[in-house]
């Protein structure tokens, strides 16, 4: 089992910047690729950044230029720093481990982003 912790969201102004966490604890030696998905209310979750163990990195359009995946391996930990935060960025943050060959799935609980003047 791999368990992962979010934190760093909240309430931010339209423009502002925030700093997303994930802490992996468990079976982390398998640890394949990390990332971010969102979910806002009345639409389907999706991918906002991944990055594999080897630092590569993937963005959807809606983020490109704005948002930055890394990853502290020696940590066991990802991060999502967002900047020129708008409305349409609002949703849960969910961070996503996948574990092993088997490409096994694991979710955090999620992290409320609200960003409103």
């Known amino acids: 089992q791999v368990q992962l912790v979010e934190s760093g969201g909240g309430l931010v102004q339209p423009g502002g910047s925030l700093r997303l966490s994930c802490a992996a604890s468990?079976?982390?030696?398998?640890?394949?690729?990390m990332g971010w998905y969102r979910q806002a209310p009345g639409k389907e979750r999706e991918l906002v950044a991944a990055?594999?163990?080897?630092?590569?990195?993937n963005y959807a359009d809606s983020v490109k230029g704005r948002f930055t995946i890394s990853r502290d391996n020696s940590k066991n930990t990802v991060y999502l720093q967002m900047n020129s935060l708008n409305p349409e960025d609002t949703a849960v943050y969910y961070c996503?481990?996948?574990?092993?060959?088997?490409?096994?799935?694991?979710w955090g609980q999620g992290t409320q982003v609200t960003v409103s003047s």
């Open positions: 468990g079976r982390i030696f398998g640890l394949n690729d």
């Open positions: 990055i594999t163990s080897g630092g590569s990195t």
């Open positions: 996503v481990a996948y574990y092993g060959v088997a490409r096994v799935r694991y």
